[in-house]
Structures are given as C-alpha cells and as structure tokens.
C-alpha cells in the first residue's frame, strides 16, 4: 500500500525567506503526486501535480515541486514566502484511475513571520 | 474553477441521533465523489467513494452502516452519520472529480460535533 511523509510538522519562515516543504513517499509503480493547500474555511486547494515528464513542476502561486525517484521525495519549494502562505500543506499519492484514490501525508503547517 | 460546496458547515448534535452531510458539485457533473475525514491536526483520511447511481465503495475499517453515503445525482452526495457518538465528532471532507477525471476539487468541510 502507499504512504506519505511529511517529516517536519511545523515550519517558520521569515517573509520573502525561500520554502522547501519536505515529502517522501512510498508507492510501487510510478506514482501520481500531488500537493495541496489548505486555509481555515476552504477546500484543498491543489497546488500541483505530477504524472510524467518533466521532474520539475510548476505550479500556481509560485511553487513549484520536484519529484526526485531515487530518494522518494517531492519536495515543495517556493523562492519567497508571503505572509498569505501561512497555510497547512499536504502532500499525497494517487492510485487508480487517473491517480484520483489520495494517500495523504500528515501535513506541514506553515508560520510565516513578518 | 470549479466549485464544491457543503452543507453545514459546522453542526452539534446529541449522542445517538443522526446527521446528514450534503456535498454538491456547483458548476460541473461529478461521477465521483468521495468522502474524507480529518482528525483535529492530523491528515485526511478516505474514507469511501461515491459513484453516481450505484453503492459506495467504504475503505477498510470505515463502517457502512454508521457512515450512509447516497449519491442520488451528478451533483449531489450526502454522507449521514448513524447513531452519532462523541467519537465520530471530526472534520469531514468531501470532494468531487468533474466527468473528465483531471482533477479533484474539495468541499470546505463540515465540523461535525457529537455531545
């Protein structure tokens, strides 16, 4: 079965400090990967994903993620973190069609200082 | 883009009775909807799939006959929680994936609270 980690819980950064959020899976086929934004009184909100192709993927709001198979991961990073970053994050592996059955990690929730 | 949204938002309710979560899909068909749970500062854990017009599918360990799913249309599931006890109090997640499969959007969830 797949799993998620997201080893650090809680992350600070100082605004306009760079953020890489850590996530290691383990799946045994290619996986879909997913990372997700969640606010105080919304819906995740997906960030990115990766199916195939390029390793390194763009996505909205300045992130970006890399998918890395020979360590498992799919780090998160953003150059300069905004005070409206401050959210929990989630990363996740998809299985099944279209890699629409999530496995999600434990989250990291993100403090931004002014 | 596309919108999920629940109803309520937040509910209490009484040891033993129950309650109805609805999830609708807004602007789009959704064939699939699936319903997850959030423990207070922990993940989101699956719980069933919903396919319009036929049975849920419940992830191993989740309770069929305490978690009803009905998913009646294309754009609307309910989840009713049975006999509702202090520990069924969570955060419950739905989402929906619209017909071409690409993506999942989330609902913004219902704070559930069993007194």
């Known amino acids: 079965a797949q799993s998620v980690t997201q080893p650090d819980i809680h992350i600070t950064v100082s605004e306009g400090a760079s953020l890489e959020l850590r996530c290691n899976y383990s799946?045994?086929?290619?996986?879909?990967l997913f990372w997700y934004v969640q606010s105080p009184g919304q819906g995740l909100q997906l960030l990115l994903k990766?199916?195939?192709?390029?390793?390194l993927v763009q996505g909205i709001k300045g992130f970006e993620a890399e998918f890395k198979r020979s360590q498992s991961s799919f780090n998160l990073r953003k150059p300069s973190v905004h005070w409206s970053d401050a959210a929990e994050y989630f990363c996740?592996?998809?299985?099944?069609?279209?890699?629409?059955?999530?496995?999600f990690g434990g989250g990291t929730r993100l403090m931004v200082k002014p | 883009g596309a919108v999920v949204s629940q109803h309520p938002s937040r509910v209490i309710c009484k040891s033993g009775t129950s309650v109805k979560i609805e999830c609708r899909s807004l602007d789009f068909q959704a064939t699939t909807m699936f319903w997850y749970r959030q423990f207070p500062k922990q993940s989101l854990m699956l719980m069933a799939t919903s396919n319009e017009g036929s049975k849920a599918t419940y992830e191993q360990g989740v309770e069929k006959d305490k978690f009803l799913i009905n998913h009646a249309s294309l754009t609307l599931s309910t989840l009713t929680v049975t006999s509702a006890h202090p520990e069924d109090s969570s955060f419950y997640i739905c989402s929906a994936i619209d017909s071409r499969g690409n993506e999942q959007y989330f609902g913004p969830g219902t704070r559930l609270t069993v007194t």
């Open positions: 996740a592996v998809g299985s099944g069609n279209a890699g629409n059955m999530l496995t």
């Open positions: 990766y199916f195939s192709g390029d390793t």
């Open positions: 799946y045994g086929a290619t996986p879909y």
